[in-house]
């Protein structure tokens, strides 16, 4: 007992990076297993061999760390992070590009870092180029990924201010709140398994129970556990098989799990946000399902104000059709999962748009909650911004005016505000490098809006269903490619972040 205490305690003192990508190797034992019992065996010997060896390296580095207490300064662990998305898919490659010798390792790179930042956005039009294996292990990749992000999120970006709690906290983004973290204190090692142990089983039980409902209402146990991991880590990625398999019956389980990328407070309280109040009264999840009633109800009521003279085979259960297809698709692009309804092309009819992508574009930015897998700006962030504009409108009819928000709603008015409008004109920027740098290298310039929208929202499905036609990746240029990926990277760990980094604190430490 006391052994296995102490080979506990060495192994919690190994790099968080050396302890991510053992953990990632090891999980190349999965499509491995999996692949022998399909008789696919050419990609189990890839897997297999590739997870074997990254153990067998992952060993030999530990042996060699032995001894050494670990050294982070106060942003180590992000820095970490930072690394294990942009090191981590090409670890992820290896077997890939052996398990599909027709592709090069630049487009595997891709499709990994895609998956891992739970982007979503594919290389391969063609499902039945990558084997069944290949698109499990797509899947599993971008539900590690989410995983990752729910924890790191109170682990990491929660004590240092960033990922959208700068919104609310008192000290600036980057670094530590004096008095919060006081009454326990914890190392970064000790709050990340803390952690992990208590976020760990509730990530693998919903994705296990997402999976068994998705069976049970039809679809195959393939594409019912790639979706499931996928509506949990809101990566959008399919085995080749239509989300909207199984009917209404599908959409609905999948939506009621989307719900949970709309708050943290729907699954885990260990994270403060504006309110304590529990979901009811929480911010987040109450714009967020006003943007999932008004909105379908905007494209609903849009046949009878202005497109009446579309035929859209009105009668019993077509408007019914039409506005369950918007209601999914907006839940689906505000967490940016990514997943459309199979009555999309109905609510396109019925609304009378032909390419309503400026709407699902806007939706994707709009994000889901703080500290949950989606991405995008953030609705605490704009839930700032709209308690700002009320309390400047009310000082326009009463300058004199003092706000009873209380100390949490006076933070949100004014600090938290100008913090989230700092985090805006980032994005504003960000968004508008990438999109020069793609026109540079010879993308179209509708093309590049729409790409860079999808990288840095982390909304991969956009790429297909956010312009007129939808944008082949696959006939990207390289540089465009590793373009896409610097963004996405940016996209899944925020401006915010990365500035972070360039701080003198990291090297001092």
């Not at 890839?46 to 060699?64: D, K, N, P, S, T």
């Not at 760990?200 to 209402?217: E, H, Q, R, S």
């Not at 929480?282 to 109800?297: A, N, Q």
């Not at 929208?453 to 696959?474: F, K, Q, R």
Request: proline residues 5%; glycine residues 12%.
């Amino acid at each position: 007992m006391r052994r296995q205490s102490k080979l506990r305690h060495d192994l919690t003192q190994l790099p968080l990076f050396l302890l991510m990508l053992g953990m990632g190797t090891a999980s190349m034992l999965v499509p491995a297993a999996y692949a022998l019992i399909t008789d696919q065996h050419g990609a189990s010997q890839a897997f297999f061999y590739a997870g074997l060896l990254g153990c067998v390296a992952f060993l030999l580095i530990g042996i060699a760390h032995a001894g050494r207490a670990p050294q982070e300064g106060a942003l180590g662990p992000l820095l970490s992070l930072f690394s294990a998305f942009v090191f981590l898919p090409a670890i992820f490659a290896i077997p890939f590009v052996e398990a599909l010798p027709t592709t090069r390792y630049v487009n595997a790179y891709f499709e990994m870092l895609s998956a891992l930042t739970t982007t979503g956005a594919t290389l391969f039009e063609d499902p039945d180029r990558l084997g069944t294996t290949l698109h499990l292990w797509r899947a599993q990749v971008g539900w590690m990924g989410g995983l990752l992000m729910w924890v790191a999120a109170v682990a990491i970006l929660a004590p240092l201010n960033l990922g959208g709690f700068e919104v609310t906290a008192q000290a600036e983004p980057g670094r530590r709140e004096t008095g919060v973290f006081t009454a326990a204190p914890l190392s970064p090692r000790e709050r990340i398994g803390r952690a992990l142990k208590t976020l760990g089983p509730l990530y693998g039980g919903l994705t296990l129970l997402l999976w068994v409902l998705l069976m049970f209402a039809g679809q195959q146990p393939l594409n019912a556990i790639c979706h499931a991991m996928s509506v949990m880590a809101t990566s959008g990625i399919t085995a080749g098989g239509d989300p909207a398999a199984g009917g209404v019956i599908a959409e609905m389980v999948m939506a009621m799990f989307m719900l949970f990328a709309l708050s943290r407070l729907t699954f885990s309280s260990d994270t403060m946000t504006a309110t304590q109040g529990g979901l009811r009264t929480d911010p987040e999840f109450r714009i967020g399902l006003c943007f999932v009633i008004l909105v379908p109800l905007i494209l609903f009521g849009r046949h009878f104000i202005g497109a009446y003279e579309i035929d859209a085979g009105e009668g019993t259960t077509g408007p019914i059709r039409a506005l369950w297809g918007s209601v999914f698709t907006v839940i689906s692009f505000l967490s940016t999962t990514g997943f459309v309804s199979q009555f999309w092309s109905e609510t396109q009819s019925w609304s009378g748009l032909g390419t309503p992508g400026l709407i699902l574009m806007g939706l994707a930015l709009i994000g889901g909650g703080v500290a949950t897998t989606a991405g995008g700006v953030k609705l605490l962030r704009v839930f700032a911004l709209y308690r700002n504009g009320v309390r400047e409108m009310e000082r326009l009819v009463h300058p004199n005016s003092v706000s009873g928000a209380g100390v949490v709603g006076r933070r949100l008015q004014s600090g938290g505000a100008y913090i989230a409008w700092i985090f805006f004109m980032l994005l504003a920027l960000s968004f508008a490098a990438v999109t020069l740098a793609l026109t540079l290298v010879g993308v179209s310039f509708d093309q590049a809006l729409v790409l860079a929208v999808a990288t840095l929202s982390t909304t991969g499905p956009l790429t297909e269903v956010g312009g007129e036609t939808p944008i082949v990746l696959l006939s990207l240029s390289d540089t465009a490619k590793f373009i896409l990926a610097g963004a996405m990277v940016l996209g899944r760990l925020e401006t915010l972040a990365i500035i972070a980094l360039l701080t003198p604190d990291l090297w001092r430490s």
